[in-house]
């Protein structure tokens, strides 16, 4: 079992659309909690980094939040584009953990 | 300023062969790592390079795998001999420094195929 669960593992929505994604993790210890966007094709571009401290962080309009005695985060985007559709990863360090990864797609 | 570049972009090697695989990082980057996605899976740490000292290599599946960082520019990891499990992407990252806060900048990745 990985250490690191995302849900859900696909999701599609509308443009103009809000929408969460979900990561558990039971990685200990823990350092951070990073959110990579990864176009098909492409390398992970970092969106987010959360030390144990933080609690959330945005970056335009992608916020993620972090709740680390739950051991739980989520990438929130609001207001979805077209060039959103991506698969979303989290990634907990301790020792860089990925989780699966959630596919997003956003249809016109 | 470019970005990490990562050669060849794809690979179909024979199951026997060897294959190496190059990484540049972003220019004035010590911390270089790699990683693997193997069909189906979430990505995996290989190994973190300081300058050209391995500074982690906890993730290497085993010792057909090896990775050098001679200079401490580029870098390169020869799987051989290949096997049909070793299929998958490879990618690089580099960073400026190494911490909590750190971001690392992904490469493209090299795309894997052992027949």
């Known amino acids: 079992k990985n250490q690191v669960e995302q849900s859900p593992q696909s999701l599609i929505i509308l443009e103009g659309k809000n929408c969460t994604l979900q990561?558990?993790?039971?990685?200990?210890?823990?350092?951070?909690l990073r959110w990579y966007k990864q176009d098909t094709g492409r390398g992970p571009v970092s969106l987010t980094i959360?030390?144990?401290?933080?609690n959330t962080k945005s970056n335009g309009r992608y916020t993620a939040t972090l709740d680390a005695d739950t051991k739980q985060s989520s990438l929130h985007i609001t207001a979805s584009q077209l060039s959103d559709s991506a698969s979303y990863i989290c990634v907990v360090s301790g020792d860089m953990r990925f989780g699966a990864g959630t596919r997003l797609t956003v249809k016109p | 300023e470019a970005g990490v570049t990562q050669f060849p972009s794809h690979s179909v090697i024979e199951k026997g062969q060897t294959v190496t695989l190059r990484c540049d990082p972003i220019?004035?980057?010590?911390?270089l790592y790699w990683y693997r996605r193997v069909m189906g899976k979430e990505i995996k740490f290989l190994l973190h390079f300081v300058k050209e000292s391995k500074q982690d290599e906890s993730g290497m599946p085993n010792n057909r795998f090896l990775a050098e960082r001679t200079g401490g520019t580029y870098s390169t990891l020869k799987v051989q001999p290949a096997e049909l499990e070793d299929s998958g992407v490879y990618f690089c990252?580099?960073?400026?420094?190494?911490?909590?806060?750190?971001?690392?900048?992904f490469g493209p990745g090299t795309r894997l195929l052992v027949l």
């Open positions: 990252a580099s960073s400026y420094y190494s911490g909590a806060g750190e971001t690392q900048y």
């Open positions: 220019s004035g980057h010590d911390n």
């Open positions: 990561c558990n993790y039971t990685v200990s210890p823990f350092s951070n």
């Open positions: 959360m030390t144990f401290s933080e």
